[in-house]
């Protein structure tokens, strides 16, 4: 049977075939959507979100070594998070098999850095596969199951975002039911000292075998055409090589990348007169080709950065890209993603706009656009959780100034509160430092596309559980200065940050509002009756084209200046009311659906 | 030969569904289908596109600069952003229908005028109108669909059953509105 599906769709496909029983991730793009579809076969397999992606694969772990197969999925920075158990791990082995599915992003289209993650495969000496469509996604998802219980190992399979968010056509087959392997007890596998030594020596060991799997797998083949020019490419970019080259050059394609086939690299560079490496991020495969001893054109050529899409194949290869047309470009006026009408996000904006001396400490999610035009309201954004931590260590130096009065606001969502954002925080609340940490609790993730989390009481697979309540857990932490608000009540937003600024002591601030674009649960349509159902609209008698409430940012509101009057579009307005807040001439009304 | 068929817009005006109809169909009729789609912040009102490529063997799931056969823009400004990836020879059929960006709704910039004489100078240029068409079904949601049929008959793709596909891809209820709406697409290029 033949579907059209994107690699992150195959890959969940993959897993379902291969027997998988037990999947977990936190979402971020480009990979979210692997274990949402995984999530999809309910009656195979048990997805479930973790609150980050150590979490996610240490469940992972916990359950290949009771014996089902399993993976983990998360994009390119979340490995990070995750790689203190990935590392040990390799040293303990499987017994069901285990995946990890990076998702990188060359290009960083929704991230905050570019880094490679195959160098993860090397460091962590696990061995490693590069799908470069849906298909080969799919198939060798499952040909990474076999290799993690043959070799005894977790297996990285990476892929990028070009894999994982396009569509091409995949055989699909039946689930193989991989069942559950015994449980036995083996001492061997405890990673304290006195065993790690031999377990060190089986990592080595695996690598040598692993090495011969590679010189002989047909993931790593070679296509022969002219010798003029060889190119080495793995992934996304061995198709775009094929887009530009076709059949006119020779090509290995890598498959299977750690570890490399020394002998398949040796035997092709040997044949061809000058080798191309078209590869994204790092000169991953270059350097290795160099080490073997050959001359090749690599990140030397090609650029550093950035995707290796046709077009810059091209440009690079002949100086120029496909002809288009010229035209007059000054008529495009950018488009820049905004918060939504009704974003509950926006109040906190607006008020912490009007305080002065202040330092925004940011963070990952939708408020990361508080940084742009209108609000310009974030100084730095580093990683998850890392807002409170770094609004703390900042605060910590700032108070090392004599007379100083710079006063840090931290800000952070509720997935990402209860992703690091907790161990931030009993950093500042330990160390007692007088920074304003703000909890901007929208029911729900996201920036990603509405993810469950603990803090929302379903789960991945729509069952119900428990709702953490954050401010019962902030306070059970030991803060003694929560207060919990409506952020579009702009009163209660300014009088929280003026009692939070008066304190010489950490302070929690949790918002409670649902994201407009949240599909509602049954409790949410309890707790916050009528929302979202009603519309404002402004009086242009009274308007006095102040433009206060354009300053909102509220994509909902237009500003004539013909007329020199602000206008409400009723279709997005869900009657959030800041902008009637702002205006001061009361020329903002509400109309009730 | 591979065409390539670029849809942009801006999101949340249904560029993927129609995308994902449209690559559907062409994979029924027995080509290689292969799309490409930047997900993320789209939802926030940025500007999006979907690259459809087909033939006998795809290779890159990517439109390249000048690479592009057709370009169909759900919203006029986004035809000119976009255009740079069309081929020369390629045309464009584009919505005449004006989306507001943050910095124009905040009176920073005003809407450009003269998009359609621009096009029109450089390429065969289609204007629909399909949010009044929409209208005259009766549901505004189906514009995307409406451009999705006048796609269809632009690259000569009528033979392909798409009544099928829209049964097999939407709920019972807007079965009937769907297929309305590719038949008026249809009827406007």
């Given at each position: 049977m033949k579907k059209l599906l994107t690699g992150n769709e195959a890959i969940a496909r993959g897993a379902w075939e291969a027997g998988v029983k037990y999947a977990s991730a936190y979402p971020g793009t480009p990979s979210t959507e692997i274990l949402e579809n995984t999530a999809l076969y309910k009656e195979d397999i048990l997805a479930e979100w973790a609150p980050n992606e150590k979490v996610a694969i240490e469940a992972v772990i916990g359950a290949s070594l009771a014996g089902v197969r399993t993976f983990a999925a998360m994009k390119h920075v979340g490995v990070n998070v995750a790689a203190d158990p990935l590392f040990t791990f390799s040293y303990i082995g499987v017994n069901g098999g285990m995946v990890l599915i990076s998702a990188d992003e060359p290009g960083y289209h929704s991230s905050q850095n570019e880094q490679d993650n195959r160098n993860y495969a090397k460091f962590s000496k696990i061995p490693m596969f590069e799908p470069s469509d849906s298909q080969e996604s799919k198939?060798?998802?499952?040909?990474?199951?076999?290799?993690?219980?043959?070799?005894?190992?977790?297996?990285?399979?990476?892929?990028?975002?070009?894999?994982?968010?396009?569509?091409?056509?995949?055989?699909?087959?039946?689930r193989e039911e991989a069942g559950i392997k015994e449980y036995k007890k083996n001492p061997e596998i405890y990673a304290v000292p006195s065993r790690v030594?031999?377990?060190?020596?089986?990592?080595?060991?695996?690598?040598?075998?692993?090495?011969?799997?590679?010189?002989?797998?047909?993931?790593?083949?070679?296509?022969?055409?002219?010798?003029?020019?060889?190119?080495?490419?793995?992934?996304?970019?061995?198709?775009?090589?094929?887009?530009?080259?076709g059949d006119n050059v020779s090509y290995l394609k890598l498959g299977f990348t750690n570890p490399l086939p020394n002998n398949k690299i040796s035997e092709f560079c040997s044949k061809v007169r000058k080798v191309y490496i078209i590869e994204e991020n790092d000169p991953y495969i270059e350097e290795h080709v160099r080490i073997l001893g050959f001359d090749c054109l690599g990140k030397n050529f090609f650029p550093y950065t950035g995707e290796m899409t046709p077009d810059v194949i091209r440009k690079t290869v002949y100086g120029q890209t496909n002809e288009t047309i010229d035209y007059d470009n000054s008529k495009?006026?950018?488009?820049?993603?905004?918060?939504?009408?009704g974003c509950p996000h926006r109040g906190i904006f607006v008020e912490l706009g009007k305080k002065k001396n202040v330092v925004i400490s940011g963070d990952i999610g939708c408020y990361g656009l508080g940084h742009a035009e209108p609000y310009n309201i974030g100084d730095?954004?580093?990683?998850?959780?890392?807002?409170?931590?770094?609004?703390?260590?900042?605060?910590?130096?700032?108070?090392?100034?004599?007379?100083?009065n710079t006063r840090v606001v931290s800000m952070l969502g509720d997935s990402t509160f209860f992703h690091t954002g907790i161990n931030s925080l009993l950093h500042v609340l330990y160390n007692g430092s007088n920074t304003i940490n703000v909890i901007l609790d929208n029911r729900i993730t996201g920036m990603t596309g509405h993810q469950e989390n603990p803090g929302t009481g379903y789960t991945l697979q729509g069952k119900k559980?428990?709702?953490?309540?954050?401010?019962?857990?902030?306070?059970?932490?030991?803060?003694?200065?929560?207060?919990?608000?409506?952020?579009?009540d702009l009163t209660a937003v300014k009088n929280a940050f003026d009692w939070a600024f008066s304190l010489d002591e950490p302070s929690v601030i949790i918002t409670r509002w649902p994201c407009v674009l949240k599909k509602l649960s049954t409790e949410d349509n309890e707790e916050f009756r009528g929302v979202f159902k009603s519309k404002c609209r402004i009086d242009h008698e009274k308007c006095i084209g102040c433009r206060a409430c354009i300053r909102t940012g509220c994509p909902a509101i237009s500003f004539d200046k013909a007329i020199k009057k602000s206008s409400i579009n009723p279709d997005p307005c869900v009657g959030c009311e800041v902008c009637l807040q702002v205006c001061p001439v009361k020329a903002i009304g509400k109309v009730e659906a | 030969m591979i065409k390539s068929i670029l849809l942009v817009g801006v999101g949340g005006q249904g560029t993927i569904l129609a995308s994902k109809l449209l690559t559907t169909g062409l994979m029924e009729a027995g080509y290689d289908v292969k799309m490409s789609e930047i997900h993320g912040m789209s939802q926030r009102g940025g500007s999006v596109s979907s690259q459809v490529r087909y033939g006998k063997i795809?290779?890159?799931?990517?439109?390249?600069?000048?690479?592009?056969?057709?370009?169909?823009?759900?919203?006029?400004?986004?035809?000119?952003?976009?255009?740079?990836?069309?081929?020369?020879s390629g045309r464009a059929i584009v919505n005449d229908f004006e989306i507001q960006s943050a910095p124009i709704l905040s009176g920073k910039f005003d809407y450009p005028e003269g998009i359609v004489e621009e096009l029109s100078n450089k390429i065969p240029t289609i204007m629909v109108n399909a949010a009044e068409q929409a209208e005259k079904i009766g549901n505004m949601k189906v514009m995307n669909i409406i451009l999705l049929g006048a796609t269809i008959k632009a690259m000569g793709l009528q033979d392909i059953n798409w009544e099928k596909i829209i049964r097999d891809s939407v709920k019972e209820n807007f079965v009937h509105i769907n297929l309305k709406a590719i038949e008026v697409g249809m009827s406007l290029v």
């Open positions: 198939d060798m998802m499952k040909q990474a199951f076999r290799i993690s219980e043959a070799y005894n190992t977790p297996v990285l399979l990476r892929m990028t975002t070009r894999v994982c968010h396009s569509k091409s056509i995949v055989e699909c087959s039946e030594g031999a377990m060190r020596v089986k990592v080595e060991e695996r690598l040598i075998k692993l090495k011969e799997f590679s010189e002989t797998t047909d993931l790593n083949y070679i296509e022969w055409n002219d010798t003029s020019v060889g190119v080495i490419a793995s992934g996304a970019c061995y198709r775009f090589a094929r887009e530009v080259f495009v006026v950018p488009r820049p993603p905004t918060l939504c009408a730095w954004c580093v990683c998850m959780g890392a807002s409170f931590s770094a609004g703390h260590g900042a605060q910590q130096a700032f108070n090392m100034k004599k007379d100083s559980t428990k709702e953490v309540d954050i401010e019962r857990l902030v306070r059970g932490m030991g803060v003694d200065n929560v207060v919990v608000i409506n952020p579009n | 795809v290779e890159s799931p990517v439109i390249e600069l000048g690479g592009a056969d057709i370009l169909i823009s759900f919203e006029k400004m986004e035809a000119l952003r976009w255009l740079k990836y069309l081929k020369p």
